[in-house]
């Protein structure tokens, strides 16, 4: 019997005579098949390269997954801000009720921060993922059927408070992926997507909003349904999974733990670079690179704030307290929420401070900022990276040094493009300013997760989310405010952002003067975990 899908001579026959009627040239033809194999062949090389460079296809998943939440939320914020004219124009507005648009959005996800940061400690945070961000997607297409500012304003507030669960879940889940000695280097890629996505906003979505900032809307909705498919197919990690040493054991001999290419620590399979601190269990619990470097050194703990019981069981309030009485934390939070504020006012208002200082035309406006694009994604990259290599060479607080300086080298570097009227000349400064400013947040990112217990990732990010997205909601509007009130000087902008540098600055001066916390910090986090293991097991022990 022959096959379901070979035909016979009879059948190959007049398929031939059917194809030479109706198939195009075969010139024609191998050119087509030519440009595809090309295309497929660039593409299948590309994803290859990405998987080397992330360290496997099973990482390379989960990272350009977390790093595409991330990028709805900035591609969002960006949009609103390159559809600004069209938007005033439409449903006769001003600058600062564009600035209120995306400061309601923010401040009513800083509030429902908290909560979710709740369920992320407690529920399978994949599938809220999932759930909430097409969630995300539906709010988008209401957004493009509004008829006032009103309804506008009314859908952005729903808007905030679905996209509030991404900063926790993606925490948590990062430090429950990959092991600690690496987690400013993952921090860098997933943040890539938050920078990318502004990127989509400025420049794909604001040119359909050229067209109809309703279209915009539309276009943004489409990949969140697409994200939320992708997340249904993550395997949610194991909490606080077992030790470095067993997974890297089972890494090293290319198994996967659990059954399950997500259930566990998702360990870089290529060699460990020389002198990488152990990262070893104690108590049977896993802990960080700096962990295990406070810990040889004889750094000693805050006896008054390690926890000797099960972080799941506090109330949020005992919880919000905890997290605030960590002083490092409290360092992360303020450097935090200054570096989040400047950046979500050039996010929003950076197209036009450009076309205004510099007198260019939206197109160079728009090369400009893509130019200004890219310094920023190597900043976030790099900024990871030099965090882990300073740690990797003994220093434990080197992601806090990192942090520090980056924040003191971006305001030096932006007050010239504030002087100058000169777009070739501010060009190469406001790359450098760029790249410093995103250097920062891949390493803040890590070192909160090295001072906090694994079981209180997910609130601990909430808290820190509710205060750093405070400092995001009235970014946009003190900035469209303070733009309007000096729009008499004909250089609004520019005075606006030179004031803002000011908490910039001081956010720089925080996190170095927070350094002499860290290293307690850190070992008070790991000696909190080993009890919060033995709780863990003392809850599962067989009756």
């Given at each position: 019997?022959?096959?379901?899908?070979?035909?016979?001579?009879?059948?190959?026959?007049?398929?031939?005579?059917?194809?030479?009627?109706?198939?195009?040239?075969?010139?024609?033809?191998?050119?087509?098949?030519?440009?595809?194999?090309?295309?497929?062949?660039?593409?299948?090389?590309?994803?290859?390269?990405?998987?080397?460079?992330?360290?496997?296809?099973?990482?390379?998943?989960?990272?350009?997954?977390?790093?595409?939440?991330?990028?709805?939320?900035?591609?969002?914020?960006?949009?609103?801000?390159?559809?600004?004219?069209?938007?005033?124009?439409?449903?006769?507005?001003?600058?600062?009720?564009?600035?209120?648009?995306?400061?309601?959005?923010?401040?009513?996800?800083?509030?429902?921060?908290?909560?979710?940061?709740?369920?992320?400690?407690?529920?399978?945070?994949?599938?809220?993922?999932?759930?909430?961000?097409?969630?995300?997607?539906?709010?988008?297409?209401?957004?493009?059927?509004?008829?006032?500012?009103?309804?506008?304003?009314?859908?952005?507030?729903?808007?905030?408070?679905?996209?509030?669960?991404?900063?926790?879940?993606?925490?948590?889940?990062?430090?429950d992926y990959f092991p600690g000695r690496e987690r400013g280097t993952i921090y860098g890629y997933i943040l890539t997507g938050e920078l990318v996505g502004g990127?989509?906003?400025?420049?794909?979505?604001?040119?359909?909003?050229?067209?109809?900032?309703?279209?915009?809307?539309?276009?943004?909705?489409?990949?969140?349904?697409?994200?939320?498919?992708?997340?249904?197919?993550?395997?949610?990690?194991?909490?606080?999974?077992?030790?470095?040493?067993?997974?890297?054991?089972?890494?090293?001999?290319?198994?996967?733990?659990?059954?399950?290419?997500?259930?566990?620590?998702?360990?870089?399979?290529?060699?460990?670079?020389?002198?990488?601190?152990?990262?070893?269990?104690?108590?049977?619990?896993?802990?960080?690179?700096?962990?295990?470097?406070?810990?040889?050194?004889?750094?000693?703990?805050?006896?008054?704030?390690?926890?000797?019981?099960?972080?799941?069981?506090?109330?949020?309030?005992?919880?919000?307290?905890?997290?605030?009485?960590?002083?490092?934390?409290?360092?992360?939070?303020?450097?935090?929420?200054?570096?989040?504020?400047?950046?979500?006012?050039?996010?929003?208002?950076?197209?036009?401070?450009?076309?205004?200082?510099?007198?260019?035309?939206?197109?160079?406006?728009?090369?400009?900022?893509?130019?200004?694009?890219?310094?920023?994604?190597?900043?976030?990259?790099?900024?990871?990276?030099?965090?882990?290599?300073?740690?990797?060479?003994?220093?434990?607080?080197?992601?806090?040094?990192?942090?520090g300086v980056a924040a003191i080298a971006t305001v030096v570097l932006f007050i010239p493009p504030l002087l100058t009227t000169s777009a070739v000349t501010a060009?190469?400064?406001?790359?450098?300013?760029?790249?410093?400013?995103?250097?920062?947040?891949?390493?803040?990112?890590?070192?909160?997760?090295?001072?906090?217990?694994?079981?209180?990732?997910?609130?601990?990010?909430?808290?820190?989310?509710?205060?750093?997205?405070?400092?995001?909601?009235?970014?946009?509007?003190?900035?469209?405010?303070?733009?309007?009130?000096?729009?008499?000087?004909?250089?609004?902008?520019?005075?606006?952002?030179?004031?803002?540098?000011?908490?910039?600055?001081?956010?720089?001066?925080?996190?170095?003067?927070?350094?002499?916390?860290?290293?307690?910090?850190?070992?008070?986090?790991?000696?909190?975990?080993?009890?919060?293991?033995?709780?863990?097991?003392?809850?599962?022990?067989?009756?």
């Open positions: 019997m022959t096959p379901p899908f070979d035909s016979g001579p009879q059948r190959d026959s007049a398929r031939s005579s059917r194809r030479s009627a109706s198939s195009p040239p075969k010139q024609g033809r191998s050119r087509f098949d030519a440009l595809r194999s090309t295309g497929g062949s660039a593409l299948g090389a590309t994803r290859r390269r990405l998987e080397t460079t992330l360290g496997g296809s099973d990482r390379t998943f989960v990272i350009v997954t977390l790093a595409a939440v991330l990028a709805l939320s900035s591609a969002d914020t960006s949009t609103v801000g390159a559809a600004a004219s069209e938007l005033r124009q439409g449903l006769h507005i001003d600058n600062t009720d564009i600035g209120l648009l995306v400061s309601v959005s923010a401040a009513v996800g800083a509030v429902a921060s908290v909560p979710f940061g709740i369920l992320v400690d407690r529920v399978k945070r994949t599938t809220l993922l999932s759930v909430t961000i097409a969630t995300w997607g539906i709010a988008m297409i209401a957004s493009a059927a509004v008829s006032s500012f009103g309804d506008l304003l009314l859908v952005r507030i729903f808007l905030g408070f679905v996209t509030a669960v991404a900063g926790p879940a993606v925490a948590s889940l990062v430090g990127g989509v906003g400025f420049f794909i979505t604001g040119d359909v909003a050229a067209i109809s900032w309703r279209a915009a809307f539309v276009l943004l909705a489409v990949p969140a349904f697409a994200i939320s498919w992708q997340l249904r197919k993550l395997t949610e990690p194991a909490r606080a999974a077992r030790s470095a040493e067993a997974t890297t054991g089972a890494a090293e001999n290319g198994l996967h733990l659990s059954g399950s290419p997500y259930g566990d620590p998702l360990v870089d399979r290529s060699d460990p670079p020389a002198g990488d601190p152990p990262s070893r269990p104690v108590h049977g619990r896993p802990i960080s690179d700096v962990q295990q470097m406070a810990r040889d050194a004889g750094v000693m703990p805050d006896t008054e704030l390690i926890l000797r019981g099960d972080p799941r069981r506090m109330g949020i309030f005992s919880a919000a307290r905890y997290v605030l009485r960590v002083r490092t934390n409290v360092v992360l939070i303020v450097s935090s929420a200054c570096a989040y504020f400047f950046l979500t006012g050039v996010q929003t208002f950076g197209l036009e401070f450009v076309g205004q200082q510099y007198g260019v035309g939206t197109f160079v406006a728009t090369l400009m900022m893509l130019a200004i694009g890219a310094g920023a994604v190597l900043g976030v990259l790099v900024g990871g990276r030099a965090g882990d290599a300073i740690v990797k060479r003994g220093r434990i607080d080197g992601r806090m040094l990192v942090a060009l190469p400064y406001i790359a450098a300013a760029a790249f410093f400013l995103t250097a920062q947040n891949p390493t803040l990112d890590a070192a909160r997760l090295d001072i906090m217990p694994p079981l209180l990732w997910g609130r601990a990010e909430g808290i820190r989310t509710l205060l750093r997205s405070a400092a995001q909601a009235i970014a946009p509007l003190v900035f469209g405010g303070l733009a309007d009130l000096l729009s008499s000087t004909h250089h609004g902008f520019r005075y606006t952002f030179l004031v803002m540098l000011l908490p910039l600055g001081a956010s720089g001066v925080i996190l170095l003067r927070g350094l002499r916390f860290y290293p307690a910090d850190v070992a008070t986090a790991a000696a909190s975990a080993s009890y919060e293991h033995s709780e863990g097991d003392a809850n599962h022990r067989p009756r």
